[in-house]
Structures are given as C-alpha cells and as structure tokens.
C-alpha cells in the first residue's frame, strides 16, 4: 500500500481548532453513507467497538471540488463498503474526525482531499 | 593578452547578453481584437499561505505556513491603528466567526486567495471574476461610468481601467464585515480597496491590491500574489457552500 501524505485542509471553518493533531486515528468500518457536497464532503460510517457493535463516525473529507480533482467519484464509496480511514479527532471528543486518506475496499488509495495546495 | 584583460573581456561579454536579455524582458501578453491584454482563463492564487495569514506565519496543524504577501510597508507588517490588531488577535481566537464560514463572499482582496480556481471573462467593456467559492462573481465595467451610489456589500462596487497593460479596479462599497484571511485580518466599511492585474508572463498574472482603510490603518498597504493560469482541464464546479454549512451535532445525527 502506498501511504499518501497529505496537509491538513484549508478549512472552510477552523481546522486547527476542530481537529486535534496529537489525536490521530484509523477507523476501519463500513460506509453507511457518503455525502459528497461542499464545502465538506462527509463519510459516515460503522466502526465495530471491542464487543462488536457499531459504533457510528461522521468523517470530513475535502470539499467535494477538491476530490473530484483528485479522482474521487459521486460513487467512490457506498453503503457496505469495507473502508480504512486514517483521520485526526475532533477536539469536543465526539465521534468525528477529519479524513487524511481513505482506503478503498480495492485497495486504492485516495487523498481526502485536505491538501493545502490545490483544488 | 594579460589574464586582466581576458577577464574585462569576460566581463564584457557576460554583461552584453545580460543587458539584451532584460531588454528582451519586457512581456509582451496575448491580445483580444481591442487590444487589452488577454486575460481570458481559469487562474488561482499561486501563494497559498496567503489564505490562512496575509502576514508571516510559521507551519502548523491546519495552517500552511509562508512569508507575508504585504510588499508595502517592506517589513511585510499590517500597519494597523493603536487597538485594531487586538481586534484581529481576537477574531483568530473565534474563527467561528469567520464570515466565509458561513458561506458568505470573500471579497477583495481575499477572494483572490483562496486554494480555488477563479475565472476570468472579458467581454467588450466588461470584465468579469468568477470565483468558484462562494460563487461569488464580480462584472466589472470600464466604460468610465462613476460608482454606485449609497450601494453596499460583500465584494463592494468595481469600476475598472486600464492603465497601459495593467488593468486597474477601484472597489468602494465595501460591507465592512469581511475578513482578510482566515487569521482575522480584516477591514471594514471605510476601505478602498485599488486591485492591479499585471500578466507578466503566459501564465501569471501578478496581483496587487491596495487597502486604503483610514479607520483601521495608520497607512494604505500593498499586498502581492500570482496568480498561476491552471491546467487546460480545470473548469469551474458548483460551489453550493450552504449545503454543508452545519454544526458537527447536525452532521452526526
């Protein structure tokens, strides 16, 4: 698997006051819906807790311009996807975070969007 | 021949070339039928640090760091009055509040910032900005006709000129509430803002802009950013902001 690296989002609200970067997280779950919208586009999946019930996250991405840029498609995720998303918490501790890059159940390796560069 | 004299030779011949190379330097941009500069095209802001803090700021979780784009004053400092950059201290500290949060129009000078594709249309005596963000859209007249009287709002009133191959935007009317940059810069309802568009080469356009704010600068300032023509590929996508513009509770239930 190829690790792609990518910045932290121009935030259309706050990043640095949302998101904890010393709070990195990998959520490996099942896509229950994909928004695909501006200025954020959200994952919204089920994360198995040690007991095994679902533990519902809401992900941010990238606006839904800047993943179509990158390759992203309205269809790239949907509902019964096994994904691998590797994202920083929210700071208020509830069970969102923002996407760094998203593994795709074919292995495929997408940028969530959040480069600072371009878009 | 002395190794003096060889040298001056050197001198010489490598200053000749140099000399013709700046001649050679002056760029001479596409055209349109009347002869403006042609600036038909999709450009973004090639200096994006710019976005997050038009002032120098270090590389941090969330913010890309970079030099200033203030050219004027040199030492690249907002020169705000006694108490108004405790204003921006606080505003960085409720970025909240940041009116692009909420979907609102950048205006100028910021929405010339922005890590998103903006295109220009020129039209006979018109030219005309549109920004993907925000779809915010700016039909600047050159007829010479006076600005709008009384008027008011996020990207203000545009009346542009030519200067030479420069085109020139006086922006007056402007709402007060927008932000520079997403660290709380800001100006308010007094502002002037003088936009220079320069193409300085195929595929940048040099961006200048002018802030005369007397209520809240000691001093006009003069920020600068390229603006970089994008990829044949890139077209403008729909922007519909407000769709996403929830609190995280909104998002999670």
């Given at each position: 698997?190829?690790?792609?690296?990518?910045?932290?989002?121009?935030?259309?609200?706050?990043?640095?006051?949302?998101?904890?970067?010393?709070?990195?997280?990998?959520?490996?779950?099942?896509?229950?819906?994909?928004?695909?919208?501006?200025?954020?586009?959200?994952?919204?999946?089920?994360?198995?807790?040690?007991?095994?019930?679902?533990?519902?996250?809401?992900?941010?991405?990238?606006?839904?311009?800047?993943?179509?840029?990158?390759?992203?498609?309205?269809?790239?995720?949907?509902?019964?996807?096994?994904?691998?998303?590797?994202?920083?918490?929210?700071?208020?501790?509830?069970?969102?975070?923002?996407?760094?890059?998203?593994?795709?159940?074919?292995?495929?390796?997408?940028?969530?969007?959040?480069?600072?560069?371009?878009? | 021949?002395?190794?003096?004299a060889i040298g001056v030779i050197a001198a010489l011949l490598?200053?000749?070339?140099?000399?013709?190379?700046?001649?050679?330097?002056?760029?001479?941009?596409?055209?349109?039928?009347?002869?403006?500069?042609?600036?038909?095209?999709?450009?973004?802001?090639?200096?994006?640090?710019?976005?997050?803090?038009?002032?120098?700021?270090?590389?941090?979780?969330?913010?890309?760091?970079?030099?200033?784009?203030?050219?004027?004053?040199?030492?690249?400092?907002?020169?705000?009055?006694?108490?108004?950059?405790?204003?921006?201290?606080?505003?960085?500290?409720?970025?909240?509040?940041?009116?692009?949060?909420?979907?609102?129009?950048?205006?100028?000078?910021?929405?010339?910032?922005?890590?998103?594709?903006?295109?220009?249309?020129?039209?006979?005596?018109?030219?005309?900005?549109?920004?993907?963000?925000?779809?915010?859209?700016?039909?600047?007249?050159?007829?010479?006709?006076?600005?709008?009287?009384?008027?008011?709002?996020?990207?203000?009133?545009?009346?542009?000129?030519?200067?030479?191959?420069?085109?020139?935007?006086?922006?007056?009317?402007?709402?007060?509430?927008?932000?520079?940059?997403?660290?709380?810069?800001?100006?308010?309802?007094?502002?002037?803002?003088?936009?220079?568009?320069?193409?300085?080469?195929?595929?940048?356009?040099?961006?200048?802009?002018?802030?005369?704010?007397?209520?809240?600068?000691?001093?006009?300032?003069?920020?600068?950013?390229?603006?970089?023509?994008?990829?044949?590929?890139?077209?403008?996508?729909?922007?519909?902001?407000?769709?996403?513009?929830?609190?995280?509770?909104?998002?999670?239930?």
């Amino acid at each position: 698997m190829t690790l792609l690296l990518s910045s932290p989002a121009l935030g259309h609200h706050s990043f640095g006051a949302e998101f904890d970067e010393n709070m990195p997280v990998t959520l490996e779950g099942t896509v229950v819906r994909f928004e695909f919208m501006n200025p954020h586009s959200w994952i919204h999946l089920d994360v198995e807790d040690e007991d095994g019930n679902p533990i519902r996250w809401a992900v941010e991405t990238g606006s839904t311009n800047a993943l179509f840029r990158r390759g992203w498609r309205k269809d790239s995720l949907r509902a019964g996807d096994r994904i691998r998303i590797d994202a920083f918490r929210a700071k208020n501790g509830s069970n969102t975070a923002n996407a760094n890059s998203v593994e795709l159940p074919d292995g495929r390796l997408f940028d969530a969007g959040s480069s600072r560069n371009a878009n | 021949m002395t190794r003096l004299a060889i040298g001056v030779i050197a001198a010489l011949l490598s200053f000749v070339p140099s000399v013709a190379a700046q001649d050679d330097s002056a760029f001479e941009p596409p055209r349109l039928e009347n002869g403006r500069p042609n600036f038909r095209g999709i450009w973004m802001n090639g200096s994006i640090s710019a976005a997050f803090d038009v002032e120098t700021h270090p590389d941090a979780f969330g913010t890309r760091g970079g030099q200033s784009a203030i050219v004027d004053p040199p030492d690249g400092t907002l020169p705000y009055l006694p108490g108004a950059r405790e204003v921006a201290q606080d505003n960085n500290l409720h970025r909240e509040r940041d009116p692009v949060s909420h979907c609102h129009p950048h205006g100028p000078p910021r929405a010339m910032l922005p890590p998103f594709p903006m295109q220009i249309v020129q039209d006979g005596d018109y030219v005309v900005f549109l920004y993907e963000t925000e779809h915010a859209v700016r039909i600047i007249p050159t007829d010479g006709r006076p600005h709008l009287d009384g008027y008011s709002s996020w990207s203000g009133d545009s009346r542009g000129r030519w200067e030479g191959d420069t085109f020139v935007i006086d922006v007056i009317g402007l709402n007060g509430r927008q932000w520079l940059d997403q660290a709380g810069n800001y100006l308010d309802a007094n502002a002037r803002v003088t936009e220079r568009l320069t193409m300085i080469d195929p595929d940048t356009i040099e961006y200048e802009s002018t802030v005369d704010d007397p209520t809240v600068y000691s001093e006009p300032w003069t920020l600068r950013v390229p603006l970089r023509r994008r990829p044949p590929d890139v077209e403008l996508l729909e922007y519909g902001c407000i769709e996403g513009d929830r609190d995280f509770a909104d998002v999670v239930n």
